[in-house]
C-alpha cells in the first residue's frame, strides 16, 4: 500500500505494562499528542507471569479512542509491540486463556533442556537469530507440550498481542515478520515458520500459526472497532514492527554504523544492521528481522531499572528523585578504597547465557558504610553490567559511529553521564518522548524521512561527555567488578 509522506499519523506502541500512542504529523514532523494507558502484569505462581488480554485490548482502544475523538481524520495508524507474547485464539479467534508474557520464567527447565543439546542450540540461534531464553514462545509452547498439552491440541490459532490487536482494529489475523521474528521459530533468513523444529518440539503444526506478511501489510479499520475509537471507517492500519526495531529508530539510530543503549524496567543493546552476524560472539546475543532488509542484532538483560525500584522499596529510606538528587550532588565524591560493589542479578540473567542461579549481592560493605553509598552502587551496578554488554554488541555493526540512549531511566541526567563514563563514550539522546511510537512511524515513512525529522528535532538533542575526571575510577571500579563476577 503506498503511504502518503504528508499527513497525520497514529503510532501505537504495546509494551510490557502500558500502551503508548502519539499522534504525529509528519509535514510539520511534530508530535501533537502524546497519551498512555496502563496494564497490569500478575503472578500466577512460583516464577509464572500473566496478562488478560482483554484488558490489554481494552487499554489500547481507549488510548485511541483519547485521540480519535480530537482527530477522527488520519493517515494511518501503525503498530508496534513487545517482541515475545503468547496467546491461544479459539476458533472463534477469542481468547482461551491469559497472555504469558515475555517476563514469565515457567520455561527455565525446557530451555536447559535444548541447551544440553549443543547441535539443536547452534541451530536456533543460527536459524532463528534466537538465544537458549525464558523470553521466546518457543520455549514457553514447550512447557505447554510437556504440562498443558490440551491447551495446544484445543487451539485454533497461536498468535502474539500484536497479531491479536491488529485482528480486533481490522478483522485479518496476520503476524508480521518483524515481531514473529521474536518467537524463536521464525526462519530469519528464509522468512518462513520454521515447521519441522516446531512441530518436534513443540507439536504444534503450522495450521495453528498466522500468515506471515512485510511490517508495511495495512487493512482498513472495521466498523466496530471505528466505533469503539472514534476514528473514520476507511481508516488505514499498518500491522508495523517490533518495539525493540521502533525503539532503535525513534532513539536515532542508523544502519551498521551504531548503537542504541535501552533501559527502562529491563535494558538491551542493540545495532540495526544489514545482515545478521555469520558468527554470534556469544550465545546470549541474539538477531531478530526489522523488515526484508534490515535487522537488528544485541543482547538483552532482565536487570534494568526494575532492580533500582526492588532497591528502593525493599531497603530504602528514600524515593527515587531523592536517591538520584544525592548522586548528582555527590558525583565527583568517590572513593575507590571505599566503593561498595553491587551485582543486579535481581532477576534472571540473559548474559553472556542464562544463568538462573546467579543472585544479587553486595561485596566491601563496611561499618562506614552509608546508604547513599549502597544506593549509588546500585546504580552503578546496573551500568557496570551494561558494560560488559556493550564491550560485545559494539563489534556487531561494521562501525560504531555513534551510541543513542533511549528508555525511561534516560529522564535522569546523571545515570546518562555516568552511563557515557562507565562506558568512556560519548552518548546521544535524541528526545526524551515516546520514541519508540514515533519509531514505528518514521520506519514506515521510510529512511528519507527519518533523517529529516531528526534534524528537526536537534533543539531536543541531548549529548552526554564522559567526565574525564572520573573515566579512571570507573575503569578500576569495573576491574574490580569484574574480578569478583
Not at 41 to 52: I, K
Not at 358 to 372: I, V
Amino acid at each position: 500500500m503506498e503511504v502518503s509522506q504528508v499527513g497525520i499519523y497514529v503510532g501505537v506502541d504495546i509494551g510490557t505494562t502500558a500502551v503508548k500512542v502519539i499522534l504525529y504529523d509528519s509535514e510539520a514532523l511534530k508530535v501533537l499528542l502524546d497519551v498512555s494507558e496502563p496494564y497490569d502484569v500478575f503472578s500466577v505462581g512460583p516464577s509464572m507471569f500473566e496478562q488478560d488480554p482483554v484488558q490489554i485490548e481494552n487499554s489500547v482502544f481507549k488510548a485511541l479512542r483519547r485521540v480519535g475523538e480530537k482527530f477522527q481524520r488520519v493517515d494511518g495508524i501503525v503498530l508496534d509491540s513487545m517482541l515475545h507474547s503468547l496467546l491461544f485464539l479459539d476458533e472463534n479467534l477469542q481468547p482461551m486463556g491469559n497472555l504469558v508474557p515475555w517476563v514469565d520464567e515457567r520455561s527455565i527447565p525446557q530451555v536447559f533442556q535444548v541447551k544440553n543439546d549443543r547441535d539443536l542450540t547452534k541451530t536456533l540461534q543460527d536459524r532463528a537469530g534466537c538465544a537458549s531464553n525464558f523470553a521466546y514462545p518457543l520455549f514457553k509452547l514447550m512447557w505447554f507440550a510437556q504440562n498443558e498439552p490440551e491447551k495446544i491440541e484445543k487451539a485454533h490459532k497461536i498468535v502474539s498481542i500484536k497479531d491479536y490487536i491488529f485482528y480486533k482494529l481490522t478483522g485479518t489475523l496476520v503476524s508480521d515478520i518483524s515481531v514473529a521474528s521474536g518467537t524463536g521459530f521464525l526462519d530469519i533468513h528464509r522468512k518462513v515458520w520454521m515447521t519441522d523444529m516446531l512441530r518436534t518440539l513443540t507439536n504444534v503444526d503450522e495450521m495453528k500459526l498466522p500468515q506471515l506478511v512485510s511490517p508495511r501489510f495495512a487493512k482498513e479499520m472495521i466498523k466496530e472497532a471505528c466505533e469503539r475509537t472514534g476514528f473514520r471507517e476507511s481508516t488505514i492500519v499498518f500491522v508495523g514492527i517490533s518495539d525493540a526495531a521502533a525503539s532503535s529508530i525513534g532513539s536515532g539510530a542508523g544502519v551498521d554504523d551504531s548503537v542504541t543503549i535501552s533501559s527502562s524496567s529491563s535494558a538491551a543493546i542493540r545495532s540495526i544492521v544489514s545482515e545478521p552476524p555469520e558468527r554470534y560472539p556469544s550465545p546470549g546475543v541474539w538477531c531478530y528481522i526489522v523488515d526484508e532488509d534490515h535487522y537488528i542484532s544485541g543482547v538483552a538483560t532482565s536487570n534494568g531499572g526494575i532492580v533500582f525500584d526492588w532497591y528502593v522499596k525493599l531497603f530504602s529510606r528514600h524515593d527515587h528523585a531523592q536517591i538520584i538528587k544525592s548522586i548528582e550532588e555527590n558525583f565527583h565524591s568517590v572513593d575507590i578504597s571505599r566503593a561498595v560493589l553491587f551485582y543486579p542479578f535481581v532477576f534472571s540473567e540473559r548474559f553472556p547465557e542464562l544463568d538462573p542461579r546467579l543472585s544479587a549481592k553486595f561485596l566491601n560493605l563496611r561499618g562506614d558504610t552509608t546508604e547513599w553509598m549502597v544506593a549509588r552502587s546500585v546504580l552503578e551496578g546496573i551500568i557496570l553490567n551494561l558494560r560488559r554488554i556493550f564491550d560485545v554488541v559494539k563489534l556487531l555493526p561494521k562501525r560504531c559511529d555513534r551510541i543513542y540512549s533511549t528508555g525511561g531511566l534516560t529522564r535522569a541526567d546523571v545515570w546518562t553521564k555516568m552511563l557515557a563514563t562507565v562506558i568512556n563514550q560519548r552518548i546521544i539522546v535524541q528526545s526524551k518522548r515516546q520514541g519508540t511510537a514515533l519509531g514505528a512511524i518514521w520506519h514506515l515513512l521510510g529512511e528519507d524521512h527519518r533523517k529529516k525529522a531528526m534534524e528537526a528535532l536537534k533543539g531536543e538533542l541531548e549529548v552526554y561527555e564522559p567526565d574525564e575526571k572520573l573515566v579512571p575510577y570507573y575503569q578500576k571500579l569495573y576491574e574490580l567488578w569484574t574480578e569478583k563476577l
